[in-house]
């Protein structure tokens, strides 16, 4: 008789705790489980540079983990990832990185199964025309390329056209999202190029003067003179005769405003500024933001537009 009551409870208890799951854990409760485990098992892509960054993280939306390997706010071309950062990017699905000699790190990753070097789709500046600048301040950079290629808007196409691909074959599923993303994030790219053409079609400045020249794209692109400090190598200690040749060009240009980017030293752009008698502002490459730049939601769009704005009243663009 004991036993048999033993078991009556247990079915007695069996069929309270089914009903109770029955009344009290709706289908919005599994779908959320789901979606928990489906977050841990998402993809994961790493991005050396911001600019590629913003990209795929529009074309992917929360599908893929993208991240951007550089910490905000710290400069590119010195960065060296820690163990930690390079254990992580190791297990990734795909580790896009720059390439042409922007970040000495990412060797590793070009025999990789999961490495892309991006520069590979994009159209690259000879730097040869740096180099004179460059033996000037006592570097000479070993890149044959221009890397800052990103801030040519055909290049960001191409970049965009590229990792639609790549996560496309990660996810095949989600094919028409990464297709209607990247054809949105395309329509902005585009709208960037329309306001530079518009923005600088006559301009009584026809050169720009930078600590570190990352804007030659821009300047090719747009129809305009970029003057740099410290060439290709924005750590590079320029001589006096390099200074002393800037300083002549701002004068018999009419320059009235210089340019530095927040992750250089502006102490030589401030002591030309100085002699020159001439303004200092300051100019987003794009490579990284800082922290503030995070904060406010700054974005590839902005930055170029912000950039664009910049530029054109330094050049009396009308």
Known sequence: MKSIKTVSILLVLLLAAFVYYSLHVSPETDEKAVAADESKSRPLVALSTYALYDAAKNIAGESIECFCV???????????PTPKIMARLHDADLVVFSGAGLQPW???????KNGLDMSEYMKLLDAAHHDD???????????????????????MIAAVNVLKEKFTKLLPANKE????????????????DTQYRQKMLTCKIDTIVVDHNAFSYLAQKYGFHVESISGLSPDAEPSAKVMGSI???????NIT??????????????????DAKVKVDFLQPIANITKDELQNGSTYYSLMMQNLEKISKARECR
Request: net charge negative; proline share 2%; aromatic share 14%.
């Open 247 to 253: 300083i002549d060009k701002v004068k018999e240009n």
């Open 106 to 112: 990412t060797h590793t990753f070009e025999d990789e």
């Open 70 to 80: 550089l910490p905000y706010g710290v400069e590119v071309h010195d960065f060296e």
């Open 257 to 274: 405003t210089i340019f530095f980017e927040s992750f250089a030293s502006d102490k030589v752009i401030n002591a030309i500024a100085t």
């Open 133 to 155: 600048d460059e033996e000037e301040a006592g570097h000479q950079h070993e890149s044959q390329f221009d890397p800052h290629y990103w801030l040519d808007t055909d290049n």
């Open 177 to 192: 999202l990464y297709s209607a993303n990247a054809e949105a994030y395309i329509a902005k790219l585009k709208t960037i």
